[in-house]
Nanobody
Framework: QVQLVESGGGLVQPGGSLRLSCAASGSIGTINSMGWYRQAPGKQRELVATITRGDITTDADSVKGRFTISRDNAKNMVYLQMNNLKPEDTAVYYC?????????????WGQGTQVTVSA
């Protein structure tokens, strides 16, 4: 199967930066996208950013110009550089992998990492 392990969360002041990392292991196919989602208390999980193996990215409007997603295909890693963090960015951030394998799309999630933006 597939395992996703996130790291890099923590407490940061408004205006600060954090870099999240996610390592994927297991049966990783060549047709996939990786990404980050987040869930704040009392809210639904929402898309932050995704990136394909060909480096095609999508970003939520709320993070455009502040967050940058990137990946290292050789290492099966995905990163989220978060700059100019705001209190409303506080959430649990989840790594996501969607891949075409065994004639269907499969989706996997990491355990999540907490990001808290507070003075």
């Amino acid at each position: 199967q597939v395992q996703l392990v996130e790291s890099g969360g923590g407490l940061v002041q408004p205006g600060g930066s954090l870099r999240l990392s996610c390592a994927a292991s297991g049966s990783i196919g060549t047709i996939n996208s990786m990404g980050w989602y987040r869930q704040a208390p009392g809210k639904q999980r929402e898309l932050v950013a995704t990136i394909t193996r060909g480096d095609i990215t999508t970003d939520a409007d709320s993070v455009k110009g502040r967050f940058t997603i990137s990946r290292d295909n050789a290492k099966n890693m995905v990163y989220l550089q978060m700059n100019n963090l705001k209190p409303e960015d506080t959430a649990v951030y989840y790594c996501n992998l969607r891949q075409w394998l065994l004639a269907r799309w499969n989706e996997y999630w990491g355990q999540g990492t907490q990001v808290t933006v507070s003075a």
